[in-house]
């Protein structure tokens, strides 16, 4: 397989080097950057401090689609969804990892999925992707007298709230308990805001330090209290996670996957 990565240049883009370099029957086809970078022209092997592997930085995304089996795209979301047009247009697998995708963008990223194969997770660790399937049997079991809250903790350079992951978790429980997220979900809470809404699923997001990212599911019910926690120490779970799911898109039909589909845990 080979796999470009977009954002090559960045902490997330050299780990996902690294992994691919790590992979068997993985290939790099190459990376990109903004046009001016400092990186464009060089070499991903040296970009990560390793010997050269023949693929290099470039500018050119549809170059890199053209070149590439699977495109892995941790990026922002604007460029996501310009990077998803290219992936619809030629055809290219696409894995994605960028949060915070407005309802228009995510659009494009399904329309995208009618042309290509594209894997698309808030999350693309195995341990997270297991606490979601956690979320939505607890939320079904233990019924409407549990409350659920949702809190996540990132480092402080984190743009988006709450975190992908945190609303992976909060629609896997809204999928369990049988209500619509989107018209339970509180996002944030100030001042006086009344007595919590009985079937409502709410939110808190912390922002500091170096925080990888912890995420706990809380059930708050009559004299009891269930949590489920995962936290991450490294970014490398998610770039496993990430090259894991380019693999698995040899061969696949078009369509949005989740990385459920890719660990078999649909």
């Known amino acids: 397989m080979n796999i470009g990565i977009t954002g090559c240049g960045g902490r997330m883009g050299r780990m996902l080097i690294q992994a691919v370099m ?3 029957g993985a290939a790099l086809a190459g990376g990109t950057e903004q046009a001016g970078s400092p990186f464009i022209g060089q070499d991903l ?10 693929a290099v930085v470039m500018d050119d995304a549809r170059a890199l689609f053209e070149a590439s089996d699977v495109v892995i795209d941790f990026t922002v979301p604007a460029a996501t969804v310009a990077h ?9 697998a696409m894995v994605i990892g960028t949060t915070g995708l407005s309802a228009d963008q995510q659009s494009a990223v399904r329309g ?3 042309k290509a194969a594209i894997v ?4 693309m660790s195995l341990g997270v992707n297991l606490l979601v399937g956690l979320a939505r049997q607890a939320a079904e079991l233990l019924g ?4 659920i809250e949702v809190v996540e903790m990132h480092h402080k350079h984190k743009i988006d709230a709450p975190s992908g992951t945190a609303l992976m978790l909060g629609r896997a429980a809204a999928e369990g308990r049988g209500i619509d997220h989107d018209k339970n979900a509180v996002m944030s809470r100030e001042g006086h805001t009344g007595a919590r809404p009985d079937q409502a699923i709410g939110y808190a997001s912390l922002r ?3 925080v990888v990212g912890d995420h706990t599911v809380i059930f708050a019910g009559p004299s009891e209290r269930i949590e489920l926690t995962h936290r991450a120490s490294s970014r490398e779970i998610f770039a496993r996670g990430a090259v894991r799911a380019a693999m698995w898109c040899a061969g696949r039909a078009p369509g949005l996957y989740s990385m459920r589909d890719v660990l078999g845990l649909t």
């Open 22 to 24: 790590a992979t068997e």
């Open 45 to 54: 092997g040296l970009l990560v401090g390793t010997e050269t592997v023949g």
């Open 84 to 92: 998803a047009a290219l992936a619809f247009e030629i055809g290219t």
């Open 112 to 114: 995208a999925a009618e």
């Open 120 to 123: 698309q997770a808030g999350n």
């Open 144 to 147: 409407p007298d549990y409350d």
């Open 208 to 210: 500091g330090g170096d």
